[in-house]
């Protein structure tokens, strides 16, 4: 007590005090926890610095370990399925590759804030990762050259300094079954070293005839921290599928059973394996310095073939044309980055530096089949095989080498304002040789490409954000075309309240991608490429993610988007100014509820969830010929908590089995039909 009045008298000699940034999140402090929350509150921004939701000026959704457990998404289409903003499943049973678009564009791939690239066909598998992270709209100024739509980066499960485990069992529709692995501990009495291994075994079907849908996933990793500033980690995995690449297709005059198959069941194969191994090492110097690089080596073997209908409107008769077609591909490349983050305060301005280089190679090299196959009888189907002496038309052989420098600038006055400012250069150079129909050519190109960008941050209150933006985006360039360029202003808030774990986010923008190399009718009626080409989307955005008790949950977003060709034309010179994308619905809408019912004497908890998915009409094509119908599927879970180790879950999408055409051309594609799966989970 008589120590007191001295330490007062120290307290009030002390002119400036110490204050602590509000713009970085310290990677060495406790960060979110996705694997038992369904709301974050960081976001990676693509591997690079981990920074507060609130305080990123930009639209971003996170999908947690914890989301995509309790919805039990296998696909990464399934995993976006309710975040606003993205439409999935537009090309139906076509299973080749993840498809989905953001805000009506193309949207590119990241694992770890490294671009997937030449790896970004396959399949992810969702299993792998921590979570999903989407940043909305154009942005190459950290992440490179990059499609208009956005940016999707796969977080990688890594080691923890814990003992832990999980394993479950699942069957469903489609003679579905599959065996998850995910465990690890800490190697030495010292907890400066420890490992993981995550695995997935599948035997499925899919839903139309002949079809399979087989995996094999595993992935060991280390991590070495022997201090607290220091941290390297090394992943290995490797992932095998063997599945087939989709249906065929359904003709155009009627509504078939998804069950039905007019392909060829010996020419319908698409085999997957990839092998990649990650490092990731950080180390923190001290006085507001941190190093943080990533290095990523990865081989691709991808290989389909497949029968598809070609269908037109007003065929007559039930015998229809059918076409093969098929890609034998690989692919091997080297990725990697390395970043500086310095953070200072000049007394009430915070600054937050970040610098890197980045480089990428990789090769790839294709082969590609396409000929006439027999035709089909609908109504007595025979299947006679596949082509005997495919003809070959394409071989292509591929380099792809980047080179990047960035800079990212935060200055934060007063704990009020933020502002942001980046700069990035890529330098690009891409050769080729291919062979197509005889004719072979050898090109080569370079490309120095620029991107900024620019927003302001207004922290009206610690929970309450608001910010304008301007961000550009490059989009990957191909040889002797110009690349499209993208640009995008937004306007948005954000709220996450103290009282709860939630935040709420809402944009309003405009995005615009340029240089579109179309086909123009000349004065003497030939038609040559320029690059005159625009496409706009304005729309809003609107996300709930919210624990509102122990007992409710809801994850809700609605998207409004209204797209427009500004400058465009058909493949034959035909305008199509003024007309909508294609597979760009005017509304998005969705929302998922859980709600936990308490244990009670010998009764476990028992939870339950609900959600629907409301998507808008939308046109078939470029040239609005055709249209969707507007659609609202609903999917339900329900587990129970057997122990306090021991879960059971029941999970079924598209509950009423509602079935509507996704794609449209030489023949229909629907969505995904109900799916029923039973899981059991055990922990420890």
Known sequence: MSALPALAQEAEEVE?????????????????????????????????????????????????????????????????????????????????????????????????????????????EPFAYERV???????????????????????????????????????????????????????????TLAWRFTGKLQDSDLEYDTSRDNEIFAMGGLTWEPNDTTSFSLVYDYLNRDGTPNSGGYPLDREYDR???????????????????????????GGGLTLQSNLRYSTLEDDFGYVYLYDYAGRTGDTLDRYYFGTDSSAEEVIGNVLLQYDTSFGDIDSSTVGGFEYRFATTS?????????????????????????????????????????????????????ATVGLRQ??????????????????????????????????????????????????????????????????????????????????????????????????????????????????????????LTDRWSVIGGYSYMDSEVVEGTLRDGSSIKGNDFASTPEHIASAWVTYTLPGQGERNDLT???GARYVGSYYFDAANTSKSKSATLFDAAISYNVTDTVQLALNVSNIFDEQHVVGSGTANYYNPGRQIALTLRKAW
Request: no cysteine; hydrophobic share 35%.
């Open 259 to 285: 069950s039905d198959f007019f392909g060829e069941p010996d020419f319908n194969y698409h085999d997957v394996q990839r092998h990649t191994v990650t490092a990731l090492a950080s180390h923190n110097f």
């Open 366 to 418: 294709a082969s590609s089949i396409y000929g006439a196959a027999s035709p089909i009888d609908l109504s007595d189907p025979v299947y006679t095989g596949g082509p005997s002496d495919p003809f070959v038309y394409q071989t292509e052989d591929s380099d792809y080498q980047t080179a990047s420098a960035f800079v990212q600038q935060n200055f934060s006055f007063y704990d009020r304002f933020i």
């Open 608 to 610: 339950f969830g609900l």
């Open 16 to 124: 400036e005090p110490f204050r602590l940034s509000p713009i970085i999140v310290n990677t060495g402090g406790q960060g979110d926890d996705d694997a038992n929350s369904v709301v974050a509150q960081e976001l990676w921004v693509g591997g690079k610095v981990a920074t507060s939701i609130l305080d990123t000026p930009a639209s971003v959704s996170v999908i947690t370990e914890k989301e995509i457990e309790e919805r039990n998404a296998e696909t990464t289409e399934e995993v976006l399925q309710y975040t606003p903003g993205v439409l999935t499943d537009y090309y139906g049973t076509d299973d080749r590759n993840d498809y989905f678009l953001i805000r009506g564009f193309q949207a590119t791939t990241y694992r770890d804030g490294l671009t997937l690239g030449s790896m970004r066909g396959v399949r992810e």
């Open 426 to 547: 890529d330098w690009l150079d891409l050769s080729s040789d291919t062979t197509s129909y005889g004719v072979r050519t050898d090109e080569s190109d370079s490309f120095s490409e620029t991107s900024i960008r620019a927003a302001l941050t207004w922290k009206i209150t610690p929970e309450i954000s608001t910010y304008v933006s301007y961000v550009e985006s490059v989009a990957p360039p191909q040889i002797g075309v110009e690349p499209e360029r993208g640009n995008q202003y937004e306007l948005g808030v954000k709220y996450a309240p103290s009282a709860i774990n939630a935040i709420f986010s809402a944009s309003i923008y405009d995005l615009t991608k340029k240089d579109v190399t179309i086909a123009m009718v000349q004065d003497d009626g030939t038609i040559e490429r320029e690059t005159v080409g625009e496409s706009r989307v304005r729309g809003i955005d609107l996300e709930a993610k919210a624990e």
């Open 133 to 191: 992270e989407v940043l909305r709209g154009a942005n190459s100024t950290l992440f490179g050259v990059a499609d208009p739509g956005g940016s999707v980066n796969f977080v990688t499960k890594t080691p923890r300094f814990e003992r832990f485990g999980e394993a479950s069992l699942a069957y469903g529709s489609f003679n579905h079954k599959e065996a998850t692995l995910d465990f690890g501990d800490v190697l030495d009495e010292e907890e």
